[in-house]
């Protein structure tokens, strides 16, 4: 490429950060997940004021040679808005703090995102993006598939430290939207006897609305791997099956980031089943889906890339897709239910109720 001035030499420059930033994107994840397994979060939590580095290196135990790789670490983690730096009130001195987002990351906090940056940056979930060119050649073959010779699915249950991680990830993510539903969003829930929770995993999601509603039975339904070591209690019980096959009876059925995973054929058949083990509207039947809802015009362009980068992955790990609304109105008019209802109140997801 010529460049005739300087005008088009910035923008030949600013063109190369644009493509190294994001070849790059990925080193800023690892940097992040090696924080996590260092326990850096707490360390700068429990230090109560600004750590400075040589007290955290202190802090992790290690030799004070690495304090230059703590630093530099340390340096593009603040660069990315992770940690911040503070002054510390007797002295000119400054240290690291947390800021929003490390704080999602604190081990024992209710809407700590850590097992899920552990199972997103897992290899079993990496391996497969160096396989993504088997979706333009192999007619029948996703990536995942290419990578482990099986499905996501297959693989957890045949591996179960990475089931663990798995249902760790999910878990703290039902911690993290419940946290928000039964404060928010209670009235979703109001007036039901019973709740089926469709791909429950370790029952954190009935747990909670069990918690906000004692008098409604809420029932965790997942495959027999998942809850086969899993134990109920007085409001909550554990069902293994197939969604494909059956779905228990009850007056609403929850699907939280199931429909996702899964092709709009198999989503369909999904629905008809849920249908058919609702009462009907008038007696209070309904589906809540929790999943995204794809906006492209809303102006929040960090959001929007967070759901692009959402249905990539499902493209590479499984056979499902993110949806438009128009998308998703398709499928529920396909599988018999008559009108939806769109709550934009979780982030990245909104929540979809829809009645037959």
Request: glycine residues 6%.
């Amino acid at each position: 490429m010529e460049i005739n001035n300087g005008d088009a030499a910035k923008e030949l420059l600013e063109a190369q950060a644009h493509v190294w930033n994001h070849t790059l994107n990925y080193i800023t994840s690892m940097s992040l997940k090696c924080a996590v397994q260092l326990s850096i979060p707490e360390i700068i939590y429990n230090h109560t004021k600004p750590i400075t580095l040589s007290e955290l290196v202190k802090a992790l135990s290690i030799p004070q040679i690495r304090s230059p790789y703590v630093y530099r670490l340390m340096r593009i983690l603040v660069h990315s808005g992770f940690f911040a730096i503070g002054k510390i009130h007797e002295h000119l001195e400054e240290g690291y703090v947390l800021t929003p987002s490390s704080r999602l990351l604190l081990k024992n906090s209710v809407t700590n995102l850590s097992p899920f940056l552990l199972m997103i940056t897992d290899p079993v979930i990496v391996t497969p993006f160096h396989f993504m060119s088997a979706l333009f050649q192999e007619i029948e073959t996703i990536p995942v598939e290419a990578a482990h010779g099986t499905s996501l699915w297959n693989y957890c249950a045949q591996h179960p430290e990475f089931n663990k991680v798995f249902n760790d990830a999910m878990a703290c993510d039902a911690n993290f939207v419940t946290s928000v539903i039964v404060k928010e969003c209670k009235t979703i829930f109001e007036g039901s006897q019973s709740l089926l929770d469709v791909g429950g995993g370790t029952g954190t999601v009935a747990r909670a609305i069990s918690a906000a509603f004692p008098s409604m039975r809420c029932t965790v339904f997942d495959l027999p791997h998942v809850v086969s070591n899993l134990k109920g209690s007085e409001n909550i019980e554990f069902v293994a099956g197939d969604m494909f096959k059956t779905i228990p009876s009850a007056d609403i059925i929850l699907l939280k980031w199931i429909m996702h995973d899964w092709s709009d054929e198999e989503c369909v058949k999904i629905l008809k089943k849920c249908r058919e083990a609702i009462p009907s509207k008038d007696k209070g039947g309904k589906v809540i889906i929790i999943d995204i809802v794809i906006q492209t015009e809303n102006g929040k362009y960090e959001s929007t890339e967070s759901q692009l980068c959402f249905d990539i992955l499902m493209m590479v790990c499984v056979t499902g897709k993110e949806r438009t609304e128009i998308e998703w109105e398709k499928l529920f008019l396909e599988a018999g239910f008559t009108s939806y209802k769109i709550t934009n109140a979780l982030g990245l997801r909104s929540i979809i109720e829809v009645f037959p």
